[in-house]
């Protein structure tokens, strides 16, 4: 089924002046975050019971109706979108996790951003080979049988695109949080240590680099270090629990914890070892920054610290005075999320959220800020500081850093602008 980016908004043209863009001293006096009180949020008196509902009526489906499960009825919105015109063609395309729809820190399989270059490989997993050659003592070739033969871990991560709101580096672009940060999951990966893998073959002692390669039509390939490969780098082949999803690299994927997603390489068939990078396009002219002095960035492989806040966001409208529970996400490449501050007046007052759920490194952190709303216009921010003490930078910040030819690795701040209505949009303070 065909979905219409509906609530998208395309680029305005002018981001760097005109409505969208905020003077930081301009809203006076705004909500601030307050105590609760619990009267307010339960209104409605309990009615006098008058009436009884079909679904108290009649038998429902029984269990052979359903044999794989699907979300509620009532939940058909909650899908991955896309932007047609992002992209000149459907098979190397992305589409974005719906953010503002989810809760937690683990992303459903059926709601994972895709991003491919040469569309959804299916392959029968008894077809499936991985080989490893190169500087190996033993170059071998395994099947998927082999590999679930080598003791396994379990492991949650993020994965995020270096393209994630590649959109916004030269202002407020797409209105929602589905699009300019919908580009990342975080699952549960069952799979084998890479390191146990390549112990098997016995890398030489000059190699230093590794191309993993994938089956797909994009043949997608990197260069990982090898010391990042014996680190925390898996072979996974399931998912929350289940076999990945083919639109994830079925039958087997590469798992590179912090790094940027396109190292992440989907249908594995084939790792090189080498003793030095190969400079594939993926990591010269594609997934590179280029800065302001014509140089580019050689290598940008970990995904900082980054925070968003799902709710409310423009998919998802303020819709009560009164109390109300701000959600967002925060992550960060280089470790654990330690603290999360929360603003809703532009920056002028942070407030600490509250992280709810496990705090494991690599991994979506969920967090929290209960507040209270007297309708009043809003300016929300989030900012993530990870164990490393790497604070998350405004966007300007990243902008004098690096200029404004870059797609790639924006973690900047991301503003929502709420207004009296409860609507909101993408804005940036300045
Ligand atoms: N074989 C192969 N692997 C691939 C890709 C691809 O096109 N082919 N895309 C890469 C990119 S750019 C990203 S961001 C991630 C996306 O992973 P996902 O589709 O599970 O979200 O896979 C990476 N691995
Ligand atoms: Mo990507």
């Not at 979108?81 to 059926?110: K, M, Q, Y």
């Not at 392959?123 to 003592?137: A, Q, S, Y």
């Not at 690299?249 to 190292?263: A, S």
């Not at 009164?322 to 007052?349: C, E, Q, Y």
């Amino acid at each position: 089924m065909k979905k219409e980016p509906r609530d998208i908004r395309p680029a305005d043209g002018q981001s760097d002046n005109g409505r969208r863009r905020f003077l930081k001293g301009g809203l006076a006096a705004l909500g601030g975050v307050a105590a609760t009180s619990v009267a307010a949020r339960a209104a409605t008196p309990a009615p006098e019971i008058t009436e009884v509902q079909e679904w108290n009526q009649f038998l429902g489906d029984g269990v052979a109706a359903r044999p794989y499960g699907m979300p509620s009825q009532f939940e058909k919105h909650v899908v991955r979108r896309d932007v047609e015109w992002l992209t000149a063609s459907r098979e190397s395309s992305v589409n974005f996790t719906p953010l503002h729809d989810l809760d937690g820190i683990i992303t459903p399989n059926g709601l994972c951003f895709e991003r491919h270059h040469g569309g959804i490989a299916e392959i029968p997993p008894e077809k499936h080979r991985l080989m490893i050659n190169g500087l190996v003592d033993r170059e071998l070739v395994f099947t998927m049988d082999d590999l679930k033969r080598f003791p396994r871990v379990n492991r949650i991560f993020f994965l995020e695109c270096a393209a994630n709101s590649g959109m916004e580096w030269r202002g407020a672009q797409l209105n929602g949080c589905q699009f300019t940060h919908g580009m990342v999951h975080c699952v549960q990966y069952t799979g084998v240590l890479l390191k146990t893998v390549l112990e098997e073959c016995g890398v030489k002692t000059n190699a230093k680099w590794l191309m993993p390669e994938g089956a797909d039509a994009s043949g997608m390939n990197r260069s990982v270090p090898l010391e990042k490969a014996l680190d925390d780098c898996m072979l996974a082949f399931s998912m929350n629990g289940e076999a990945l999803r083919p639109e994830q690299g079925y039958p087997l994927r590469l798992v590179v914890p912090g790094w940027e997603g396109n190292m992440w390489v989907k249908w594995l068939r084939r790792i090189e070892v080498g003793d030095q990078p190969w400079h594939t396009r993926e990591e010269t002219s594609k997934y590179t920054d280029l800065l302001e002095n014509g140089k580019s960035r050689r290598f940008t492989w970990v995904m900082d610290a980054k925070s968003v806040v799902t709710n409310p966001s423009p998919q998802a409208p303020l819709r009560f005075k009164g109390p109300n529970v701000l959600s967002g996400l925060a992550w960060s490449g280089r470790g654990a999320i330690k603290r999360v501050d929360v603003t809703l007046d532009g920056g002028k007052n942070w407030v600490t959220a509250d992280i709810q759920g496990p705090v494991l490194p690599k991994s979506l952190t969920r967090f929290y800020v209960n507040f209270e709303w007297d309708g009043k216009p809003l300016l929300i921010q989030s900012r993530a500081i990870d164990d490393t003490g790497y604070v998350q930078p405004t966007k300007n910040e990243l902008r004098a850093a690096r200029g404004t030819n870059s797609i790639y690795h924006n973690n900047g701040i991301q503003t929502w602008h709420v207004r009296e209505n409860g609507e909101v949009e993408n804005v940036e303070v300045s």
